[in-house]
């Protein structure tokens, strides 16, 4: 089967995605929070922002590689972290680590995965990255490091734009508790997707045919127990970080070190005083807080604040948004829900899928733009579309 022709964007994952995915599956993967309009603002944010087109260059063949970190890499872009991953398809950490480890492009889990580290570390590749949701035992904590150094990931990434529990309306309504339950309601949802839900019964026989926080299980104490999908056992665990608690980790952790989730740009001094080596602009795609900017309006201004690389997710849908983000001042783009669409949608074909789509869709808007490589980025004139009649240049 030819999957360009049957799946040629994004969105077409997307449809086969919901498809296949029972019903609380997906508005787990699928939902924000609030009236999601922090969501939609993301993509309207992006859709505003235009170039000129180039003409009379000639054949050219397209350079996508990039430096980031020190560390050369095939693609712009990478694999986000995302809470209880195996949720969405089985053994989905196992699969989007050992494609992130066959590519060459960074491979991000998440504290509240449903592997642990010490499950995927057979399966990594020199781009590891491990999301950390703060624990505040300092005990718990240095454990928390030394696992995942151990496993054998090099970079940390702290996410601190979670300091309280986010309501994810749609989610809740679903029925999703955690650890996940199998009611009556969401028995008769798992019954319409048989290819998930034997999947998901090999996967995790003796856990009653369903997946949990396997890096916390040795935390875990009884009053953790049957939760709702958004206050799970990591809650309980976690704290709300501050400054020191960031020096701390840079005092502990040896190799990169990331922050996700900063959207304003006087953070960016400080963060640099502390030795950060990157800032991850995000707004967690619209799943914590309804009332912020969309992440690509506030990119140029944490990109004059600061000499640090920055990373941007928030919005992506195709290799043109992994552009407009690149010329806005990102070093790197991280897509999340990118592909758990493509692996609920295609399987274990479904991350190449998308990478394959997306290098394309970057090649095909590279060559309307005239550029060889992505260097080249930094030197377009950008155009507001949301002003038809007068274009205005966003760098001026």
């Not at 809740?172 to 508790?177: A, H, I, N, Y």
């Not at 609920?344 to 590279?366: Q, S």
């Amino acid at each position: 089967m030819d999957l360009h022709q049957n799946y040629p964007g994004l969105w077409d994952l997307r449809a086969r995605a919901k498809a296949r995915l029972p019903r609380f599956v997906w508005e787990y993967l699928d939902s924000a929070t609030g009236a999601e309009a922090t969501k939609h603002r993301n993509r309207a944010a992006l859709d505003q922002i235009g170039f000129l087109p180039s003409i009379l260059h000639g054949p050219q063949e397209v350079d996508l590689t990039t430096s980031f970190l020190g560390r050369d890499l095939p693609l712009p872009f990478g694999i986000a972290p995302l809470g209880m991953s195996g949720l969405i398809w089985p053994d989905a950490e196992g699969h989007l680590a050992r494609f992130g480890a066959r590519s060459g492009i960074p491979y991000a889990l998440s504290t509240v995965a449903s592997q642990s580290p010490e499950d995927l570390a057979p399966h990594l590749g020199s781009e590891a990255w491990f999301q950390l949701y703060p624990p505040k035992d300092e005990d718990i904590r240095r454990d928390m490091l030394e696992r995942a150094r151990k496993a054998g990931f090099n970079t940390l990434v702290l996410t601190v734009d979670v300091p309280v529990a986010s309501r994810r309306e749609r989610q809740v309504r679903s029925g999703l508790t955690q650890p996940p339950r199998l009611t009556p309601r969401l028995l008769a949802q798992v019954a319409q997707c048989p290819t998930w839900a034997i999947g998901m019964a090999l996967q995790h026989r003796g856990q009653g045919g369903m997946p949990h926080m396997r890096t916390l299980d040795k935390y875990i104490t009884e009053n953790s127990k049957g939760l709702s999908s958004t206050a799970h056992i990591g809650y309980l665990l976690r704290t709300s970080p501050d400054w020191d608690y960031v020096k701390w980790l840079r005092d502990n952790w040896q190799g990169a070190f990331v922050i996700k989730g900063v959207m304003r740009a006087e953070d960016a001094a400080p963060l640099e005083q502390i030795g950060v080596d990157a800032l991850w602009v995000s707004n967690h795609a619209g799943r914590q807080f309804d009332a912020a900017p969309a992440s690509i309006e506030v990119l140029p201004e944490l990109r004059a604040a600061t000499f640090l690389p920055l990373i941007f997710d928030s919005g992506i849908e195709g290799g043109l948004d992994i552009l407009r983000a690149l010329a806005l001042g990102a070093d790197f783009v991280m897509l999340g829900r990118a592909f758990h669409f493509a692996l609920a949608a295609l399987g274990t074909a479904g991350p190449a899928h998308l990478c394959d789509i997306l290098r394309k869709d970057l090649e095909a808007n590279m060559g309307q733009l005239g550029l060889r490589s992505l260097s080249e980025l930094k030197t377009l004139q950008i155009r507001n579309l949301a002003l038809q009649s007068n274009p205005a240049d966003l760098n001026a």
